[in-house]
């Protein structure tokens, strides 16, 4: 295997599409580095350079139980991107997961092993 830069993986550590994708990743035997959102907080100053790689729509889980339990108040200020990145910073729960940036710094959210698979080299 073709050395690599390591990957950093972000999320929650009991969410299970989180655990999928770093469960596969080790599997694949690559270096990764994890990213608990709920230890270390959300990484403001990534954050601008995520919602520009994928956007507000895909970065945020508007289905998940986090959003659904939001005031209403917050879920209508989400307008742009720096209320998306206000609302993602303090519910970190909000943000879809798995977030990779990848040895290239191309960004993902989600985990479908077939596209992980594509991403190696």
Known sequence: MTAM???HLYGIPNCDTVKKARTWLA???????????KKEGVPAN???GWLKAVGRDKLINRAGPTWRKLDAAIQASVV?????SAVMTS???????????????TVTVGFKPELFAERLP
């Open 46 to 48: 990534l954050l601008p």
């Open 5 to 7: 830069k390591t990957i």
């Open 91 to 105: 519910h970190s729960s909000v943000i879809k997961r798995p977030v990779v940036v990848w040895a290239d710094g």
């Open 80 to 84: 742009d991107d720096a209320s998306a």
């Open 27 to 37: 599997d694949q035997a690559v270096e990764t580095v994890f990213h608990d959102f």
